[in-house]
């Protein structure tokens, strides 16, 4: 809702002040003849124009911007107070037109003419009203487009909190196998520059095809199989009917992560991660589980940072289209997320 009203503003707005010209039209053509109650209307709908556009389109941004809403009144109070002149002015004028027998006398005009100075405080209300409906419009605008700006620089920064601690990792288990097996050090290398490659560049857009961001999970899970070896048992199944529906990146590799990271590991029994996608038309649904040791690993201050911001980004970006169960045992960890991505 709030992405189509930025989107089609303008038009939105065009709209309201072409059905207020033809509201007042029709209203006025009733006491007046109906070219000066168009030519009246007109007038009146321009003045307001112009003054609505200066006080929401100049002015209204910056003060949002800078927070300076006392200085936001005062320019209200004075806006206000000009567009009522105004009003009286074409009041006046019209008033002067059918005196001088350039229109017929009608009782539009003679009905609302007062002393000019009466006539000022009598545009008051209406141009209060026409001042606080347009600006009220903006200020829901601009606060729109804020929140859209904060929310993107969130994510921004709990997107490079993913990206740093996957590629250390990485280059550690590299770093290992070096020394014992140049061949798979290898592969697992060849491996990363396709990660990286997607981290750096594919990443940086709003939205990724589902193919792409299945490749980068399978990656991992490859590399994650490479390092562990026979130590532990990788089951994965994937189901995807349409590879091409878009989906945000990196919004899932948290939970596979954290699964690899928690696997129990006893020298007397293996363990095990069991992953589960399933992709049917505009869903998906991910089902994660490990086995977990009954003696808990030591933590660090950064420990559980990943699942914490994944939570986050659900949250802004899916929020009631997502549904997250994690479950706890003594011996097991799951995760069972839902996803409803359009």
């Known amino acids: 809702m709030k992405n189509s009203f930025l989107t089609h503003y303008n038009l939105y707005t065009g709209l309201i002040w072409i059905v207020l010209l033809v509201a007042l039209w029709m209203q ?22 112009v003054i609505c556009t200066y006080i929401t389109r100049v002015f209204t941004p910056k003060v949002l911007a800078n927070n300076k809403w006392k200085t936001f009144v005062l320019q209200f109070i004075v806006a206000t107070m000009v567009l009522s002149l105004l009003l009286a002015l074409v009041t006046e004028g019209f008033y002067l037109l059918e005196k001088n027998a350039i229109f017929e006398t009608s009782s539009l005009i003679s009905d609302i003419h007062d002393p000019f100075l009466i006539g000022v405080l ?6 209060l009203m026409a001042m606080a409906g347009f600006c009220g419009i903006e200020l829901f605008r601009v606060h729109t487009v804020l929140e859209k700006e904060r929310l993107q620089d969130q994510l921004s920064f709990l997107r490079s909190q993913i990206n740093p601690h996957l590629t250390f990792n990485v280059l550690n288990h590299i770093h290992i196998l070096m020394r014992k097996n140049v061949e798979l050090a290898d592969e697992l290398l060849l491996r990363f520059s396709d990660i990286l490659r997607y981290q750096l560049y594919e990443c940086n857009n709003e939205l990724v095809l589902l193919e792409s961001e299945l490749k980068y999970i399978k990656d991992i899970v490859e590399i994650e199989k490479m390092r562990w070896g026979d130590e532990l048992e990788v089951n994965t199944n994937w189901m995807v009917d349409n590879n091409m529906i878009p989906i945000r990146p990196l919004i899932l590799i948290s939970f596979i992560e954290n699964a690899f990271k928690h696997v129990s590991r006893l020298p007397d029994k293996k363990g095990f991660v069991n992953i589960d996608f399933v992709q049917n038309k505009n869903s998906i649904s991910l089902q994660v589980i490990n086995s977990k040791s009954v003696i808990s690993p030591r933590k660090n201050s950064n420990s559980g940072l990943g699942l914490v911001n994944t939570k986050k980004r659900l949250e802004i970006l899916y929020s009631n289209s997502y549904k997250l169960d994690i479950k706890e045992t003594e ?6 997320l839902q996803i409803n991505l359009v």
Do not use: H
């Open 28 to 49: 006025f053509s009733s006491r007046a003849p109906i070219l000066e109650a168009f030519l009246f209307a007109l007038c009146i709908v321009s003045c307001a124009f």
């Open 122 to 127: 009598n545009m008051m209300p209406t141009s």
């Open 331 to 336: 011996n097991i960890y799951q995760i069972d």
